[in-house]
């Protein structure tokens, strides 16, 4: 009778040779998952209008805004993001202005007619952590993070998401860790979890819409552990195109 273990076992072998090299090949730890989110291709300019609906204690405040941004920290640019208010006219003509570095250092500004002046926010908690314009997101949240911020862990792969740990490498980053839900074919988030003390402190939820070459935002909430929840839905996006010289305080009080 033919002996037929011997091949038996080399085709064994060469199976569970392929199937472990499959499986390092889909292996990504927390960094390399993060360092491709970062790295999603951007518009190299964008302009939206957005209306803003801020749910709390059974009742709602609407408002309406345009943002316009360019720069992508990624590239060694500076990220630039101006937003104007339009509506209520409580609010209207209102504006924030932020600059996120390359080395993770922001500069604001925040105009409020009624001031009459522009107040330039400081670099800590008392200003970035404070609610933007009475919503669920804070200023640090409008102004965002840099990749070097956090040290990443890869908490597991599941439904096509990887979930990925991020803990601040500093403190004053206004949060004690973050957990991202990361699409596995796109590498965008579509939702984050904000930690504080131990404790979820709120929950951002987002969508995408194909904007030319690019998936942005459509929508965008915030949910605080305490029940209020801010959406943020984005009816128009133009990107790669020209807006002129907008990252200033001349047109920040227009």
């Not at 939206?48 to 920290?73: P, V």
């Not at 330039?120 to 970035?128: E, F, P």
């Amino acid at each position: 009778m033919n002996d037929t273990r011997f091949p038996l076992r080399r085709a064994a072998a060469a199976v569970a040779l392929f199937l472990g090299a499959a499986s390092l090949a889909r292996a990504q730890d927390g960094g390399e998952v993060m360092g491709k989110y970062y790295r999603v291709p951007k518009p190299r300019t964008e302009s939206m209008a957005m209306a803003m609906t801020i749910s709390k204690n059974g009742s709602a405040l609407n408002r309406s805004m345009t943002t316009w941004t360019a720069g992508d920290n990624a590239k060694g640019e500076v990220e630039r993001k101006v937003i104007k208010f339009s509506a209520p006219g409580d609010i209207a003509g209102s504006g924030f202005l932020t600059a996120k570095k390359v080395d993770g250092s922001t500069e604001s500004q925040l105009w409020l007619p009624a001031l009459g002046r522009v107040r330039r926010l400081s670099s800590g908690a008392s200003d970035q952590d404070s609610a933007f314009f009475g919503s669920d997101f804070t200023n640090r949240d409008i102004s965002g993070f840099i990749e070097s911020d956090f040290s990443y862990s890869l908490l597991g792969e599941e439904g096509g998401h990887y979930s990925v740990s991020a803990v601040p490498k500093k403190p004053g980053m206004g949060y004690e860790r973050i957990v991202y839900s990361i699409d596995a074919k796109t590498y965008l988030a579509d939702r984050v979890d904000y930690y504080k003390a131990g404790k979820l402190l709120k929950t951002q939820e987002l969508s995408y819409v194909q904007a030319g070459p690019y998936l942005v935002p459509a929508r965008n909430s915030m949910k605080s552990a305490s029940g209020s929840i801010t959406v943020i839905d984005i009816s128009s996006q133009k990107v790669d195109q020209e807006f002129g010289d907008v990252f200033n305080e001349r047109f920040l009080k227009q």
